[in-house]
T-cell receptor
Framework: DAGVTQSPTHLIKTRGQHVTLRCSPI?????VSWYQQVLGQGPQFIFQ???????GRGNFPDRFSARQFPNYSSELNVNALLLGDSALYLC??????????????FGPGTRLTVT | GNSVTQMEGPVTLSEEAFLTINCTYT??????LFWYVQYPGEGLQLLLK?????DKGSNKGFEATYRKETTSFHLEKGSVQVSDSAVYFC????????????FGKGTLLTVNP
């Protein structure tokens, strides 16, 4: 079975630009979460989506937004990029109900570099 | 708020040595606890989990026991291999947190042959 997939793998952008990152969850998983991992730190929660609705938001500015599609894939958008947005962006998928809902499975990430 | 504290790294061991990576947490209630592993250039892999007090999670020779009295979830392995070299993250999910994982800062493990 395919795991969580993310695209692109790497991305280089200039300050002030906009970026869109994409994620496809594990088949059968209906919830997608996004995390930002700055070098040398643990991942920080950005968003969680289920059934196309935002179910949770971390402490990130409004420049960060996301959405989920009917096939449960998701996009993370970041506007007006800053140097500090350079990080590995991780997508995780999980089931929504039951004890398994607490198990999140991560994709390989998108490495974003802002210059 | 909820938080996870891991022992400072890096940790360097010889092959077949015993590994312990300490993890303690602060949470209002009883979270589920996890260890994730991140190999160089890759995303995170779920290594093991425990959902209630005294549960022991285990996988690939790694173990961790959920200790409510000490709010700890220390990772152990009896005999490490070079292939275990990676960054290890302790994490928690707390009911009511919208399934948000809270991670520690990670511990870099290097195993030398």
């Amino acid at each position: 079975d395919a795991g969580v997939t993310q695209s692109p793998t790497h991305l280089i952008k200039t300050r002030g630009q906009h970026v869109t990152l994409r994620c496809s969850p594990i088949s059968g998983h209906k919830s997608v979460s996004w995390y930002q991992q700055v070098l040398g730190q643990g991942p920080q929660f950005i968003f969680q989506y289920y059934e196309k609705e935002e179910r949770g938001r971390g402490n990130f500015p409004d420049r960060f937004s996301a959405r989920q599609f009917p096939n449960y894939s998701s996009e993370l958008n970041v506007n007006a990029l800053l140097l500090g947005d350079s990080a590995l962006y991780l997508c995780a998928s999980s089931q929504w109900r039951g004890q398994s809902a607490y198990e999140q499975y991560f994709g390989p990430g998108t490495r974003l570099t802002v210059t | 708020g909820n938080s996870v504290t891991q022992m400072e790294g890096p940790v360097t061991l010889s092959e077949e040595a015993f590994l312990t990576i300490n993890c303690t947490y602060t949470a209002t209630g009883y979270p589920s606890l996890f260890w994730y592993v991140q190999y160089p250039g890759e995303g995170l892999q779920l290594l093991l989990k425990a959902t209630k007090a005294d549960d022991k999670g285990s996988n690939k020779g790694f173990e961790a026991t959920y200790r409510k009295e000490t709010t700890s979830f220390h990772l152990e392995k009896g005999s490490v291999q070079v292939s275990d070299s990676a960054v290890y993250f302790c994490a928690l999910i707390f009911r009511g947190s919208n399934y948000k994982l809270t991670f520690g800062k990670g511990t870099l493990l290097t195993v030398n042959p």
